[in-house]
């Protein structure tokens, strides 16, 4: 057989013509594929065709349309059409490739749900920076709105400290100023979640007593010891360093929520901090802190999942109290101090954490610098509060009165600093950076924009706790950022420290 034979049938195989009026109406078929009888319409063969049949026409001389499915009594075509006009006529021709469709179609498909896969998972991305962008920005808000309620109550409890309290109304004062100081680390771990998930929580490198540590430690719990009757012991080994180079505020955080962990799931019995060295070789040293309880314990099956966010041991712990967000933020926090992390437990018996993390140590004894005399009493420190909340100023005003060598005015946003400012001088200026009419960071744009205020020492008292607050603010030139609550002595601290930083 020739070529052009084989062509020829092979077409022939493939392709049917057909002629109509321009109604529809078969005039003539080949019947190469389908069985159409003459004088019946076209549009009976499909819906399709009653659709694009009025659209052909001398404004629409040829139409074509790929991939149609058309079925006709048990058969099943899929067809490429052509539609043609030509007078009173109309040509359509069928192309059959329904083995080229059906083979092609596995392929197409699964490149289809490969694009669609891909589009889906950069959408479920897009979705979950969203929520945690969303996330993010309702913690940072809502330690802010915390932070000032709870700012003005430790204020207010510290001064009644120092005031005169019979025996019991000081050991209520214990428990209300351990309950703050309770929620004050809640609002920490939930800010540090934050700034974890966004990679800007930065670690401090600073001298600092672990005396220190564990005497808040102690503080903080003695009285939750007490209220279970539980043993609360710290036990320090001789030979950890005096002096340590890291970060306090961290392994502060990290221990109270280990030891907070371990009251939570121990109802009777012993709570145990140990310290020890790991290991020490020059200026490096590691140190071990062991957590240990008498309480519930966990099962083996759970012990993966402990550090998961939000995970909660349902079956050992009564509806109230759980692990939370406390264990989820001490494996992150371990984790960014380059330590390690590990526990062991056994059910009805109880559960120890035990906690690696590296340290510099001095080479030598830090000397104490000789102490300077912070202010002359005779010269009264002149300080401007700028701040709008009526307990903020009393609390501070109450905390100055104290000193008795300090001086204070009030303004209650950024413009009344600023005509204050035209009238008299002050030492320092204590700034809320959460004002209205002109806020805390926009007022110190235009203190340093004028010569006269240029160098004007600021120390920023703030619920704004973020880190971004903080960086604007000290690129703005201030002598210190106090986040809510701070402690009297902080306060007083940082005004001598910008009293004497001051131009004369």
Known sequence: MSLKNFKSELLEKRVQIISTDTSGKILSSDQALIDLKTGSSLKELDPFFEAILPLAGKNNPKLEFPCINVKHKDQEFILDIEVRHSKDELIVILFDFTEHYRRSHPVVQEKNENTILANQLLVEQAIANEKEALKNSFLSKLSHELRKPLGNMMGFVNLLQDSNLSYEQSEMLKIVRQTGMHIEELLNDLLDISKISEGTLKLKNVSFKMKDVTKHLQDMFSLKAKSKRIEFEINM????????????????????NLVDNAFKNTPKGKVLLDISVDYSRAKKVSLRFSVSDTGYGIKDAE????????????????????????LKIVDDLVKLQSGKIKVKSKVGEGTQFEVSLPFEVPLREEKKPARKKAVDVDERIRVLCVDDAELDQMLIMKILINEGFISMDLALHGEMALQLLELKSYDVILLDLDLPILNGIDFLKKLRAERKTKKQPVVVLTAMAGPEYQQEAEALGISAFLTKPYQPKELVRAIKEAFKTREK
């Open 237 to 256: 080994r001789d030979n950890v360093p005096a002096i340590l180079i890291g970060d306090p505020i961290r392994v502060k955080q990290i221990l109270i």
């Open 303 to 326: 012990l993966p999942k402990i550090f998961d966010t939000y995970y909660q041991i349902d079956q050992l712990l009564s509806p109230t109290e759980g692990q939370g967000l406390g």
